[in-house]
C-alpha cells in the first residue's frame, strides 16, 4: 500500500535550523570545478544549480474553531487568574494541523505546481477555495515564507496550481521547469529528485526511472500509470519535480512505499516512489488555470462498466470472432450517454477454467482516433473531455467495425 506523505509535522527547530542554515544551493565554496567532475556528475550538478531555486517549499496551516474552555462553568466559579482569559474576545484555539510539501515554477506568470493531497486539508469541500482559518504559504530558496492561494486542483490526478498572492513575492531570475513527454520516458533512465523532505529545504536525490505504469492505490481519483524511481523521496517531497538528464519535468513526485526508521521517527524512503506522469499535468494545466476544484462528480462520463481484452485466451478470441485489444462493455447504464447512443453490453458470458468472461459486448477500440486497449486509457480519453461534448468511439461488434458518436454528460455532484 502506498503511503501518500504530504502532510508530516514540523520538525523541532534545531532540525530546521540545520536545513536553513545551509550555504546556498550552488555549493561552490571549496566545492570542485565543474569541469573536474565526471559527466553523471556534472549533469546533476548543474541541473540542480539551475532549476534548484525554481523548487519551493510549501506549509500548509489549518486552524481549529475558537472553543470556550469553561463552557457550562459559572462565571463566579472559574479562577481569577484564569477569568482575564475567560473575558477575552479571542478565547482559544485548538491545536494547528500543519502539513508540508513541495512545489516547483511551471511558467512565466508564477504559477506553481504541486499535488493536491498536499493542500487538501486547507480547502473547503468541493472547492479550491481555502477554509476559514487555513492558510498556504510558499518559501523560495533564501527568501520568507510568502502567503499564497490556491488557483485550481485536480483531484482526478492528484494536482493543484497555486500562486503567490501578491505578484511581486515571486523572486527575480526564477527559471519555469518545462514539461517533458512522459510518454517517452525510458525505464533505466536517469531520475532527479528536488524537494524539501523533512522539513529540509532544496535536497536533491537521484537514481533511475525503475518502472513505468505503476498503480498505486489512494493516489488521485483514477488509476493512474505512475513512473516509480529509487531516487530517494520522503515525507515533505510531495509536489516537487522529478526531472530527467536535461532537467525536464517527467513526473510530479506524490507518494512511497514506507520504510522503517526515518528522521525523528518518521517512516522513510526504502528506493520505491512514484510521480504523476508529466503529461496529465500538461492535460490538466489549462483546466487549473481556469480555477475551482476537478474531481470524479465533475466530470462527463460514458456509464459503462468495461473489461480489458488482454486477458483473453486467443483460442477464446477467435471463436467469439474478437479483436487482439479493446476494451469490452460488459453493461451499460440506463439513460447513460452510451445507452441513447446504441452501445451495447455483453448478454452471456463463457467459462474459462473456472473464470467467467463476459463474450458479446461491443468492444471500443478507439476514441477519436486514439487507441484503447486497457480500462484506464478509456477512462482518461473520457475524462479529458467536458459534459456537452462529443466522442467518436471505433466499435467492434460481431467481428465489424462502426464509428459512434457519444454526446458525453456530467455525473451530478453528490451520486
Known amino acids: 500500500m502506498a503511503w501518500i506523505h504530504g502532510t508530516v509535522r514540523r520538525l523541532a527547530a534545531g532540525a530546521l535550523a540545520l536545513a536553513v542554515g545551509a550555504a546556498g544551493l550552488t555549493g561552490a565554496a571549496g566545492a570542485k570545478e565543474l569541469e573536474e567532475l565526471q559527466a ?42 484564569f477569568r482575564e482569559f475567560f473575558e477575552s474576545p479571542h478565547g482559544m484555539e485548538r491545536p494547528k494541523q500543519q502539513g508540508a510539501g513541495s512545489g516547483f515554477v511551471i511558467d512565466g506568470e508564477g504559477h506553481i505546481v504541486t499535488n493536491y493531497h498536499v493542500v487538501r486539508s486547507a480547502l473547503q469541500d468541493g472547492s479550491a ?44 531570475g526564477i527559471e519555469p521547469l518545462e514539461l517533458a513527454d512522459s510518454d517517452e520516458t ?39 500509470p505512475m513512473i516509480q524511481t529509487d531516487a530517494a523521496i520522503n515525507p515533505g517531497n510531495s509536489g516537487g519535480p522529478l526531472l530527467n538528464s536535461a532537467g525536464e519535468v517527467i513526473g510530479i ?75 469490452m462493455i460488459v453493461d451499460v447504464e440506463p439513460g447513460s450517454p452510451a445507452e441513447e447512443a446504441g452501445l451495447e453490453g455483453a448478454s452471456f458470458e463463457v467459462n474459462v477454467q473456472g473464470r467467467a468472461m463476459p463474450a458479446d459486448g461491443d468492444v471500443i477500440l478507439a476514441v477519436d482516433g486514439e487507441p484503447v486497449e486497457e480500462p484506464q486509457q478509456l477512462q482518461q480519453r473520457i475524462f479529458a473531455h467536458g459534459a456537452g461534448e462529443t466522442v467518436t468511439l471505433t466499435v467492434s461488434r460481431e ?17
Do not use: C, W
Not at 196 to 213: D, E, H, K
Not at 276 to 291: F, H, R
Not at 399 to 415: I, N
Open 40 to 81: 553523471a556528475e556534472r549533469n546533476t550538478v548543474e541541473i540542480f544549480q539551475r532549476y534548484g531555486p525554481s523548487v519551493v517549499a510549501i506549509e500548509v496551516t489549518v486552524r481549529g474553531k475558537r472553543v470556550d474552555p469553561f463552557e457550562g462553568i459559572p462565571k463566579d466559579m472559574i479562577p481569577p487568574r
Open 399 to 415: 467481428g465489424e467495425r462502426r464509428e459512434v458518436v457519444v454526446e458525453l454528460q456530467e455525473v451530478p455532484r453528490g451520486e
Open 253 to 327: 513526485n506524490t507518494a512511497i512505499l514506507p520504510g522503517g526508521g526515518g528522521l525523528g521517527g518518521t517512516r522513510g524512503s526504502i528506493g520505491v516512489g512514484f510521480a504523476v506522469p508529466s503529461n496529465l499535468l500538461q492535460e490538466s494545466l489549462d483546466e487549473l488555470k481556469a480555477g475551482g476544484l476537478t474531481d470524479i462528480t465533475s466530470r462527463a462520463r460514458l456509464g459503462v462498466m468495461v473489461t480489458g481484452l488482454e486477458g483473453y485466451p486467443e483460442v477464446i478470441r477467435r471463436r467469439l470472432n474478437l479483436p487482439e485489444r479493446g476494451v
Open 129 to 172: 477555495e481555502l477554509r476559514e482559518g487555513a492558510t498556504v504559504e510558499l518559501s523560495f530558496p533564501g527568501h520568507e515564507a510568502v502567503p499564497a492561494r490556491v488557483v485550481g486542483a485536480n483531484a482526478l490526478y492528484d494536482l493543484a496550481l497555486l500562486e503567490p498572492r501578491d505578484e511581486g513575492a515571486l523572486p527575480r
Open 186 to 224: 525510458l525505464v533505466g533512465q536517469k531520475a532527479i529528485a528536488i524537494g524539501n523532505p523533512f522539513g529540509l529545504s532544496s535536497t536533491v536525490t537521484a537514481g533511475i526511472v525503475s518502472a513505468l505504469g505503476r498503480e498505486v492505490p489512494g493516489v488521485g481519483q483514477l488509476e493512474i
